[in-house]
């Protein structure tokens, strides 16, 4: 069992920054791949960013250039940073990680998650 801890979120104005955190356990953390979600009230959860274990990180077109996500094996940590914050990124995050094999833009492709971090972000 892989325990998933999110944080780093909160309220911030367009044009603003944030800098999530995601801790995860295991021994085995630098051969996970890890993904960032996000879902907003009365849509589906979406792919935000992932990363592989080697870390070839992937991004959905909506973030490209704004977000950047990394990850410190050290720490058994990974990070989003989101620069250029618009409203519409407004939603909950999810952190996610997927044992084996590279990050998956669908969400059933991983199998610990976070409870989430909300992110506000106010025109």
């Known amino acids: 069992q892989v325990q998933v801890v999110e944080s780093g979120g909160g309220l911030v104005q367009a044009g603003g920054s944030l800098r999530l955190s995601c801790a995860a356990s295991?021994?085995?953390?630098?051969?996970?791949?890890m993904g960032w979600f996000r879902q907003a009230p009365g849509k589906e959860r979406e792919f935000v960013a992932g990363i592989s274990w080697s870390g070839a990180t992937y991004y959905a077109d909506s973030v490209k250039g704004r977000f950047t996500i990394d990850r410190d094996n050290a720490k058994n940590t990974v990070y989003l940073e989101m620069n250029s914050l618009k409203p519409e990124d407004t939603a909950i995050y999810y952190c996610?990680?997927?044992?084996?094999?590279?990050?998956?833009?669908?969400?059933?492709?991983?199998?610990?998650w976070g409870q989430g971090t909300q992110v506000t972000v106010s025109s």
């Open positions: 295991g021994r085995t953390f630098s051969s996970y791949a």
């Open positions: 996610a990680v997927r044992p084996k094999g590279g990050p998956r833009v669908g969400d059933r492709e991983y199998d610990y």
